[in-house]
């Protein structure tokens, strides 16, 4: 079980890489480089043989006009095929504003959504692919706090009991603004655990975005 509100930083060091970190590496996501992969297999590794439905918003597009894009070298859809590999008994779903990258495989689809329009997040939410519940949701969007909020807020229902939903790339200097909207989420969703993470280093942009939040549904 998560424990209240508190800070916890990861220092990385390769000596300390797992098997996921690997597998996101080789899928050319940024995860792997990150110590993202190494908190995600300590949370992960013990369910991942299970039959989950995992969901990813944000699928690393790399059209530079795009806010929050990985640049012309990002491989769209990697920490996906990622995900797809370390779950295999899964089902791996994922959205972005990008609709040049969605793609469908076997095991994943994706679909379109602008986080920052609440009728945009509940016609995804409709589609007859995304009904029931979701065992990990993970949010790796549009990098700004009334984005996340947006999202969190008309999302978190589709996390099922037990489930992990993940804010990732939270700005250092939204720090103190996470901790006061942490503080009214508490209070309004009271099945939830929070946790802010620091990861204390993310060897290029160490200074910028290395907070995550981390919220398990506990009922």
Known sequence: MLCSLEKIKYT????????????????HSDKGELQLTVFYYSIFKSIREKQLKVFELGLGTS???IPSNTGPQGTPGASLYGWSEFFPNSNIFGADIDTDILFNTDKIKTFRCDQTNLDEIKKMWN??????????IIEDGLHTVPAQVCFFENSIHKLAPEGYYIIEDIHNES??????????????YTNLKFQLLQIQSLKWNA????HMLVIKNVL
Request: proline share 0%; glycine share 2%.
């Open 12 to 27: 990385f060091d390769d000596s300390n890489r797992t098997e996921l970190c690997e597998i996101m590496s080789k899928n």
């Open 63 to 65: 059209n530079i006009n």
């Open 127 to 136: 589609k007859k692919e995304l009904k029931g519940l979701f065992d990990i």
């Open 175 to 188: 720090e103190t603004e996470w901790k006061k909207i942490i503080k009214k989420w508490k209070k309004t």
């Open 207 to 210: 200074q910028h975005d290395n």
